[in-house]
């Protein structure tokens, strides 16, 4: 039995199982993916299992969403620019700049009187932004606190939490 022969059926083995054995042959074989999921169609599976697989191959990374209100003790929180610099700042000198990068870090809605913002970020890595922000004491040259108040999958979610509303 060849490589190829050999890789095709560990797919679909893992596949038949459900394991994530055929999840990691499948990445591997990801060429031959569309090949394999056009073979099982062939082989009889229901619409809702292959379904299931394509999500499983080609899906895209999930986000989640931090509300968090930041307080500064002269009372005017940093804007927008400073806040985001010193929050990168401070993650990658804690989780190195490989995981800055494919953390995708970044505050999407940000409100400078009010001191409250959203940050945005990869799910595997929202424990990490959550312990920057703990981290974070300095931004635009002023001393700071950022709470966090709310973890949401969706925008909308966390603009809920910015907004006040529960």
């Known amino acids: 039995m060849d490589v190829e022969a050999a890789l095709t059926a560990a797919v679909i083995a893992g596949f038949v199982s459900g394991g994530l054995a055929g999840y990691a042959a499948a990445k591997i074989a990801s060429g031959k993916a569309l090949k394999i999921l056009e073979a099982l169609?062939?082989?009889?599976?229901?619409?809702?299992?292959?379904?299931?697989?394509?999500?499983?191959?080609g899906s895209r990374p999930r986000k989640r969403y931090i509300a968090f209100e930041v307080l500064a003790r002269d009372d005017k929180p940093?804007?927008?620019?400073?806040?985001?610099?010193?929050?990168?700042?401070?993650?990658?000198?804690?989780?190195?700049?490989?995981?800055?990068?494919?953390?995708?870090?970044?505050?999407?809605?940000?409100?400078?009187?009010?001191?409250?913002?959203?940050?945005?970020?990869?799910?595997?890595?929202?424990?990490?932004?959550?312990?920057?922000?703990?981290?974070?004491?300095r931004a635009g040259g002023r001393e700071v606190l950022v709470v966090p108040l709310r973890t949401s999958g969706t925008i909308k979610g966390a603009l809920r939490a910015f907004a006040g509303k529960p």
């Open 41 to 57: 169609s062939e082989a009889g599976f229901r619409s809702r299992e292959l379904a299931r697989i394509r999500r499983r191959l």
């Open 78 to 137: 940093p804007d927008k620019i400073q806040l985001e610099h010193s929050l990168r700042k401070v993650y990658k000198e804690v989780f190195g700049l490989k995981a800055l990068a494919v953390s995708r870090l970044r505050i999407v809605e940000y409100d400078e009187k009010a001191g409250r913002g959203v940050l945005e970020v990869r799910r595997e890595y929202k424990y990490h932004a959550l312990a920057a922000l703990g981290l974070l004491r």
